[in-house]
């Protein structure tokens, strides 16, 4: 949430800077806080991947503790169904703010957990094998809803899609998911325009599509399994264990499905290989985690994260909707330099303090909601 809330720190703006065209030392930093073009895997890239699998992990300890409870299936269930509806209705708010009209595109991270959330909880307390099965199942089946989708005709005009002249389009068989022409796009240009109160639909610039909710929700489940690991009888030791192999696992099955040319790399349209790579990389992250809060009792140093995840959802609406507000408060009570330390530093690191200020200011108002028990639940 931290990283969602920094905007990429400022570093793929400073990292263009003429000064640094030559620091390879910025230009790893633009590159990592950034999203990828279309094919590739940057550390930013893995931001959402993390969020939504740990959707699928708190939903194992949150139903537990409802059924602990004496609550009911049929009553956890109409939870799940009235969870999902809201953070559909939240991400299309969000969007509409931006627009300043009703938008009903679905890629917002929001909307795409509700369009799952309730798939993923009627999951919820199957065994693993049928867990794990029903992943599979989702990615090879979306894998092959792409591979089967025809290819453009030949002389295309790009601009059809919004994509420049100079688009490094794939070839071959991974031209199957090049974008604006995939079998998701298409699917958007239909769904999309069905909603009379949208604008026509023919593009996103971005490339992101309504159908990536399917392989996240592949995503969802994979926490969703991590989620039993941990809540199991296991030692902590061999918890850690079994996540950094299902890490190595994941890293190198979405890698060499890649390598193999089967299916490329793409987190906009949240292909298998990605969401294999990416969740592999959020295991290895969680066995970190795990073992040094959990197993070796090291928890004082992450209080600062836990005043944030406690209030997860309120920090990304405040970040939504109130970004341009705080900068603009900040700029009139300390004056337009506040963002260069009042001269300390080069304007040229004005994007990086920005971002670092925007983010504290964040955390001070989930720090009160902290203190005052005040905690945004769905």
């Not at 939903?59 to 009553?75: D, E």
């Not at 792409?146 to 794939?170: E, I, N, Q, R, T």
Request: proline share 3%; net charge positive; charged share 15%.
């Amino acid at each position: 949430m931290l990283m969602m809330a920094a905007e990429t720190f400022g570093f793929p703006q400073v990292a263009k800077e003429k000064a640094f065209a030559n620091r390879s030392v910025w230009q790893f930093l633009g590159y990592q806080f950034d999203h990828v073009q279309w094919v590739g895997c940057a550390f930013w890239d893995l931001i959402q991947p993390a969020f939504m699998f740990l959707v699928g992990l708190s939903m194992a300890y949150s139903y537990a503790s409802r059924q602990a409870k004496g609550q009911s299936y049929r009553r956890m269930l109409r939870h799940a169904i009235s969870r999902s509806a809201v953070l559909v209705l939240l991400g299309i708010f969000l969007y509409s703010q931006l627009d300043l009209k009703t938008n009903c595109l679905l890629k917002n991270v929001l909307t795409q957990i509700g369009l799952g959330y309730v798939f993923l909880f009627l999951l919820w307390n199957r065994p693993w094998r049928v867990q794990a099965a029903v992943a599979a199942t989702i990615l090879v089946g979306y894998w092959g809803l792409f591979a089967c989708y025809p290819l453009s005709a030949a002389g295309f005009d790009d601009s059809l899609v919004g994509l420049p002249k100079d688009w490094p389009h794939l070839a071959g068989f991974a031209a199957h998911w090049d974008k604006g022409t995939n079998a998701a796009a298409a699917f958007d240009r239909w769904f999309l325009n069905l909603a009379a109160w949208n604008a026509r639909h023919e593009y996103d610039g971005g490339g992101y599509q309504t159908l990536s909710f399917i392989p996240s929700l592949a995503t969802m489940i994979f926490g969703l399994q991590s989620g039993g690991l941990l809540r199991s009888e296991m030692s902590a030791r061999k918890k850690v264990r079994w996540l950094i192999g299902w890490g190595f696992a994941g890293l190198a099955s979405g890698w060499l499905l890649a390598a193999a040319g089967l299916c490329p790399m793409v987190k906009r349209i949240w292909t298998p290989t990605f969401a294999l790579y990416s969740a592999g990389w959020v295991l290895l992250m969680l066995a970190a985690f795990y073992g040094m809060v959990d197993g070796w009792g090291k928890k004082r140093w992450c209080w600062p994260l836990v005043i944030v995840g406690m209030n997860s959802i309120a920090i990304y609406l405040m970040d939504q909707l109130l970004r341009s507000k705080i900068e603009r408060t900040l700029s009139i009570l300390f004056g337009p330099k506040v963002f260069n330390l009042f001269g300390y530093l080069d304007q040229v690191y004005s994007p990086i303090i920005r971002q670092m200020l925007v983010v504290l200011c964040l955390w001070m108002v989930c720090f009160w909601m902290y203190r005052q028990k005040l905690f945004l639940k769905i």
